[in-house]
């Protein structure tokens, strides 16, 4: 079976991107901000590890919820982005799921239900988001043919990941006697 490499469609909500990285930019402002120009700049690693906590956390959440998310497919294979998983599959694996055939949840062989996070309602974003699942929609129909690729789930670790190390100091910190 012949296994797409680059995806005919793919969707991605762009005002979440937009709000995420204009979210980002202002946690980098405010931690600048604490770190050198607050009056007195911190004395120690705590105090250090504290001015940094809340702003990596928050570019973190907004890494794994607005810039993560997507969809991509082709004529063979689907590739959903989640927060914390990455599901690969042949298109004549997936059946749609919901109000008969039009939800936006998807059950994959092999895997299980998959909600496509990145397509979820939204107001700003509302029309590409309904235009893509009804493209999404019909790619699943048209989809034939036997699975021999079985579909994958590999759960989502990247560098950003590291980005949570100062809130997991802090709040050990919190609980030290």
């Given at each position: 079976m012949h296994v797409e490499t680059h995806?005919?469609?793919r969707y991605v909500n762009r005002p979440a991107r937009r709000f995420a990285w204009v979210m980002a930019l202002v946690m980098a402002v405010v931690a600048v901000q604490f770190l050198f120009f607050d009056g007195e700049r911190p004395s120690g690693v705590w105090e250090l590890?504290?001015?940094?906590?809340?702003p990596c956390a928050v570019v973190w959440v907004l890494v794994?919820?607005?810039?993560?998310?997507?969809?991509s497919w082709g004529d063979e294979q689907l590739v959903v982005r989640s927060p914390f998983c990455t599901y690969e599959a042949p298109l004549a694996g997936?059946?749609?799921?919901?109000?008969?055939?039009?939800?936006?949840?998807?059950?994959v062989e092999g895997v299980g239900a998959v909600l496509p996070w990145a397509m979820a309602r939204s107001v700003?974003?509302?029309?590409r988001a309904e235009a893509a699942r009804r493209e999404l929609r019909h790619?699943?129909?048209?989809?034939?043919g036997?699975?021999?690729v079985p579909a994958r789930r590999r759960v989502r670790v990247a560098w950003t990941d590291l980005l949570l190390l100062p809130s997991l100091?802090?709040?050990v910190w919190a609980f030290l006697p």
């Open positions: 995806p005919h469609h590890v504290l001015a940094v906590a809340l794994r919820t607005a810039f993560t998310p997507s969809v997936v059946r749609l799921l919901g109000r008969a055939g039009r939800g936006g949840a998807l059950q700003f974003d509302g029309r790619a699943v129909r048209r989809a034939s036997v699975v021999v100091a802090a709040f």
